[in-house]
């Protein structure tokens, strides 16, 4: 079967950094996304990591352990904006579904 | 390039009602695929589809369905409405496999 999980909610504070940590057991993988999602609206895209190691964008960061089914974002200069539900998604690879965790809601305190 | 679109934005029901919902992807995007969305549970996968077959199904029972039309345009339906199938159900359109998946804004089902 498929697993995902990531811790349902974390605060942090304007200016930190934070990471927010997404294991999977899944049957299948292709690669790992992350996407963004404020209250409210539709999720948005940030990363998608295939192979192993650190990929940096700006201010996020994602990093992909595929021998360990283990994946983390990292946030840097946390902004109020950054507040929002961060869904850690498995692309899989036996039968092209994208299946996502149950996502974590970040609160960014000033 | 316009995004993902999807009507209506917002709908009650009654139990035991039917309904439709519909998403146009982006232009060139031949996979479309549809999730319900909920507090407790999270983005759960219902479906996609890629050149009018249906390519994967989730774990939901058969009241849900779907389609796509040859433009890329997909419609879903689900039949005699229960209370539990309140939620946003959500669109997503992506070139092909192993891209990236864009979302649109979303349907918000209220079922009475």
């Known amino acids: 079967g498929q697993n995902i999980d990531q811790p349902t909610e974390m605060t942090a504070t304007e200016g930190a950094i934070v990471q927010i940590n997404c294991t999977y057991q899944t049957s299948g993988f292709n690669g790992l996304f992350w996407y963004q999602q404020h209250a409210g609206e539709a999720p948005t895209f940030l990363s998608y990591n295939v192979l192993d190691g650190l990929e940096e964008k700006g201010r996020f960061s994602s990093f992909l352990s595929r021998s360990k089914g283990y994946s983390y974002l990292l946030l840097k200069e946390l902004q109020m904006k950054d507040s929002a539900s961060y869904l850690c998604a498995v692309d899989m690879n036996r039968d092209d579904k994208i299946i996502f965790g149950k996502g974590t809601r970040l609160h960014i305190l000033p | 390039k316009a995004g993902v679109t999807q009507t209506p934005r917002y709908l009650i029901k009654t139990r035991g009602q039917q309904v439709t919902l519909s998403c146009s992807p982006i232009?060139?995007?031949?996979?479309v695929s549809w999730y319900q969305q909920t507090p407790g549970q999270g983005l759960q996968f219902l479906f996609e589809?890629?050149?009018?077959?249906?390519?994967n199904k989730g774990n939901f029972p058969g009241r849900f369905s779907g389609r796509q039309f040859s433009n890329s345009r997909s419609e879903m339906n689900v039949s005699t409405l229960e209370l539990g199938d309140s939620a946003l159900y959500l669109c997503?359109?992506?070139?092909?496999?192993?891209?990236?998946?864009?979302f649109g804004p979303g349907t918000r089902l209220t079922v009475l």
């Open positions: 232009s060139g995007h031949r996979s």
């Open positions: 997503a359109s992506r070139p092909g496999r192993m891209d990236e998946q864009f």
């Open positions: 589809y890629f050149s009018e077959t249906q390519r």
